[in-house]
T-cell receptor
Framework: NAGVMQNPRHLVRRRGQEARLRCSPM?????VYWYRQLPEEGLKFMVY????????ESGMPKERFSAEFPKEGPSILRIQQVVRGDSAAYFC?????????????FGPGTRLTVL | AQSVTQLGSHVSVSEGALVLLRCNYS??????LFWYVQYPNQGLQLLLK??????LVKGINGFEAEFKKSETSFHLTKPSAHMSDAAEYFC???????????FGGGTRLMVKP
């Protein structure tokens, strides 16, 4: 049973370009979470999605960032007009249920570098 | 609102020595607590979690943690460190209202031969 898949693993963008990060949850999981890890810091929650719905985006910057989880295909985190401060590791996690007790399984992350 | 504090961003132990990584939390509701481990350039792997019931929780790789409500702590321990334990460890809490995790800043464990 494949785990959470993320691609690309490494992404380099110049300032002003767009970054698209993909996440395929574990089989059977319909809950997806995105977290950002800045250098030398812990992970910070960004957004929580279920199929076709954004449930909680309280951790996502109001501008330039968007996320989706379509009925078919992976979840996408999109960053428009990237800036140097967007350089970070972006992790996706998935869970089977929504309860707080349910385990979130993490992908290997996408490391975004903005030049 | 909830928060997690991990005391000591870096901990160094000798191989075979006791590992103690500290985690304190604050939560307005009964917390669910997690420890994750992150190896270099990899994602996070669940070590153990506390939801309800027994306050001493055993996890993978010989780690365990004890939930102490009176101290608002969930410290991670392992009796004897192994070189392969060198990694970054994150304590996290989730709220009753949703499933998003709030992480501490992490503790990097170094194991000396």
């Amino acid at each position: 049973n494949a785990g959470v898949m993320q691609n690309p693993r490494h992404l380099v963008r110049r300032r002003g370009q767009e970054a698209r990060l993909r996440c395929s949850p574990m089989k059977g999981h319909s809950h997806v979470y995105w977290y950002r890890q800045l250098p030398e810091e812990g992970l910070k929650f960004m957004v929580y999605l279920q199929k076709e719905n954004i449930i909680d985006e309280s951790g996502m910057p109001k501008e330039r960032f968007s996320a989706e989880f379509p009925k078919e295909g992976p979840s996408i985190l999109r960053i428009q007009q990237v800036v140097r401060g967007d350089s970070a590791a972006y992790f996706c996690a998935s869970s089977l249920e929504r309860q707080s007790t349910d385990t979130q399984y993490f992908g290997p992350g996408t490391r975004l570098t903005v030049l | 609102a909830q928060s997690v504090t991990q005391l000591g961003s870096h901990v160094s132990v000798s191989e075979g020595a006791l590992v103690l990584l500290r985690c304190n939390y604050s939560s307005s509701v009964p917390p669910y607590l997690f420890w994750y481990v992150q190896y270099p350039n990899q994602g996070l792997q669940l070590l153990l979690k506390y939801t309800t019931g027994a306050t001493l929780v055993k996890g993978i790789n010989g780690f365990e943690a004890e939930f102490k409500k009176s101290e608002t702590s969930f410290h991670l321990t392992k009796p004897s460190a192994h070189m392969s334990d060198a990694a970054e460890y994150f304590c996290a809490v989730s709220a009753d209202a949703g499933n998003m995790l709030t992480f501490g800043g992490g503790t990097r464990l170094m194991v000396k031969p």
